[in-house]
């Protein structure tokens, strides 16, 4: 049995759909199963990993864990490493190219963040693999009220450039880590293969769906607003805009990590365009 943590999540749920597409038994743990959507294959159970005893309950006979950690805080994850150790064999973390492994202390926040999430499954005595991919191909999905309302995103740095990465790439080698062996103690730094720019991406959703998509330049104080707007924690958002800022100049790096594994290409941004283009129309 293997435990998809955040498994209607973007990454979570294709966890899952791979791993009930290959057949294996899968147990799915979502607060909300009833609204969840995930495949009858898979066995959901209602809950969020930060309470103990849910996961506790969770994890009988299960062997692998997928762990994912969607919150602003990484203080439980030392509880919630030790809880699944006392279970399972394996966990797979989805962690973040913003760590480093070659400073002594992280410099940036987002990196500070995750290293905090390895440092225990590291400890931990499971047989771990981090992934650790750069930005997602989902992260456009906060331009979708915008397209939808009249075909326009709002956004700071038009021009910052990177290789976004579908998530179905990231669960495809997820679920290799989680059922085979040879991915022990193995940091995968996953990205796309293309590298587009913002305003690229944002054209390239407009081909997908049909309809031509506008970008508009704003500020960076605007930028900043709209993403406080989106919940995402004020630590995390100066330095993501810093980010962006230097990939105009700089284009974020790409990892022919995915295609070492898959063997084949990561998907195109044009792919995860199309396989979201409900997420971009009017309902
Ligand atoms: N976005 C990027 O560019 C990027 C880049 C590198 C790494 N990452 C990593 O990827 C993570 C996000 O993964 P994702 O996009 O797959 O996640 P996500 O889509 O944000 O969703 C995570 C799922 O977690 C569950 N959840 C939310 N709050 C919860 C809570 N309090 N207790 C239990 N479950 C809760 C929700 O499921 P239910 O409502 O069904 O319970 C939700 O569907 C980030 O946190 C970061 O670590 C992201």
């Not at 009988?60 to 919150?71: M, Q, R, S, T």
């Not at 190219?97 to 499971?126: K, M, T, W, Y």
């Not at 075909?151 to 021009?159: N, P, S």
């Not at 063997?263 to 309902?283: E, I, M, S, Y």
Request: hydrophobic share 45%; proline share 6%; charged share 25%.
């Amino acid at each position: 049995m293997i435990l998809v943590t955040a498994a209607t999540g973007n990454v979570g749920r294709q966890v899952v759909n791979g791993l009930v597409a290959e057949g294996r038994d899968v147990r799915a743990l979502t607060r909300s199963p009833e609204t969840a959507g995930l495949p009858d294959g898979a066995d959901v159970v209602r809950g969020g990993h930060l309470d103990l005893a849910v996961l506790e309950r969770s994890l009988d006979g299960v062997e692998a864990v997928f762990l994912a950690w969607p919150f602003a805080s990484a203080e439980a994850a030392p509880a919630v490493v030790e809880t699944i150790a006392k279970h399972a064999r394996r966990v797979v973390l989805l962690s973040s190219i913003a760590v480093r492994d070659d400073v002594p202390e992280q410099a940036d926040p987002i990196g500070a963040f995750h290293a905090a999430l390895e440092e225990p499954v590291e400890r931990s005595g499971l047989e771990w693999c981090f992934l650790r991919p750069g930005g997602f191909a989902a992260n456009t999905l906060a331009w979708a009220p915008g397209i939808r309302a009249g075909g326009t995103v709002r956004d700071a740095f038009g021009g910052a450039a990177q290789p976004l990465i579908h998530e179905r790439d990231i669960a495809d080698v997820a679920v290799r880590a989680l059922t085979e062996d040879g991915h022990a103690g193995r940091k995968y730094v996953l990205t796309g293969a293309e590298v587009l720019t913002q305003a690229e991406y944002a054209r390239t959703i407009g081909d997908a769906i049909g309809r031509p998509v506008r970008w508009t330049e704003i500020s960076r104080e605007e930028a900043r607003e709209r993403r406080a707007a989106q919940g995402i924690p004020p630590s995390f958002i100066d330095f993501m805009l810093d980010g962006y800022a230097a990939m105009v100049t700089e284009p974020g790096p790409v990892t022919t990590t995915f295609q070492d594994i898959m063997g084949v290409p990561p998907r195109t941004f044009h792919t995860w365009a199309a396989d979201h283009a409900n997420d971009f129309l009017k309902t």
